[in-house]
């Protein structure tokens, strides 16, 4: 009975409203309150314990205590930084990642897949209008240096002139008489397959260059391993971003 007369007094009372900051203070902002005050003053308390632990310290430092990372790295921008070593190691970002995350199993596994790749684009285009491809030469022979003189290449060929400078797809006169030509005859579809051909070799171009990549990542990683062995070894040439380092290991026999 006394808890449902309480509830029921409750029910009747004035609801609570915290001080607001007065009129004439507003241009100072909210008004603080408690749990405010209570999160900056720990704050303050906070740096202030930090200071005086820092001073403690630089008091109680020993003038005559060393470390070896004192000699082993340098100021830079009010920052500690460690040295590098005179005979640093030529790995690029991409590569160090790779090594770091990957193991060589998928990193062949990898390259395996991109030479798949090359090789079915490469059948696709089969390289015929490739600008760095070395341009191949096609001797006549005649018989008079007059003939020589009134040579007509199209003549020769038995194709239109207009077809001469292909070094594929060059029917002869008669297939363009007796058969209908198929594919885009329009210079405007002909300029957009040319356009999706060159598109098509570029990505040849990025895929070759990834698979060389991976195959010189593969060989880092290999020669990382074989130096765990405790194999005497000698350094004969050093890492360079292109190629991993040659070791030349001493003849051991095996039992």
């Known amino acids: ?121 490469k059948g696709e285009l089969h390289l015929l209008d490739a600008d760095s491809k070395q341009k191949n030469k096609h001797t006549f022979f005649v018989d008079s240096k007059k003939e020589v003189h009134s040579f007509d290449l199209a003549d020769h060929l038995n194709t239109a002139p207009e077809l001469v400078d292909r070094v594929y797809n060059r029917p002869t006169l008669k297939t363009l008489e007796t058969k209908s030509i198929q594919g885009a005859v329009e210079p405007h579809s002909m300029k957009k397959l040319a356009k999706q051909r060159n598109h098509q070799y570029k990505i040849l171009s990025q895929r070759i260059d990834r698979e060389k990549k991976m195959f010189v990542i593969t060989q880092k990683i290999q020669t990382r391993k074989d130096l765990q062995d405790k194999n005497k070894k000698v350094k004969v040439k050093k890492e360079t971003p292109n190629a991993a380092a040659i070791y030349k290991f001493e003849a051991k026999r095996k039992r």
Do not use: C, W
Request: charged share 40%; net charge positive.
């Open 1 to 121: 009975r006394m808890s449902s007369f309480r509830k029921a007094l409750k029910s009747r009372q004035r609801n609570h409203h915290e001080r607001s900051q007065p009129g004439f203070r507003k241009h100072l902002g909210l008004l603080e309150k408690k749990k405010d005050y209570k999160l900056r003053a720990d704050d303050y308390h906070k740096k202030q314990n930090t200071l005086s632990a820092l001073r403690k310290k630089a008091l109680e430092k020993n003038p005559d205590e060393f470390y070896f990372n004192m000699i082993s790295s340098q100021l830079q921008d009010g920052v500690h930084v460690a040295k590098k070593p005179k005979e640093e190691v030529e790995v690029t970002e991409e590569q160090k990642k790779m090594m770091r995350t990957q193991d060589i199993k998928y990193v062949e596994m990898k390259r395996v897949a991109e030479a798949k790749k090359i090789e079915r684009l």
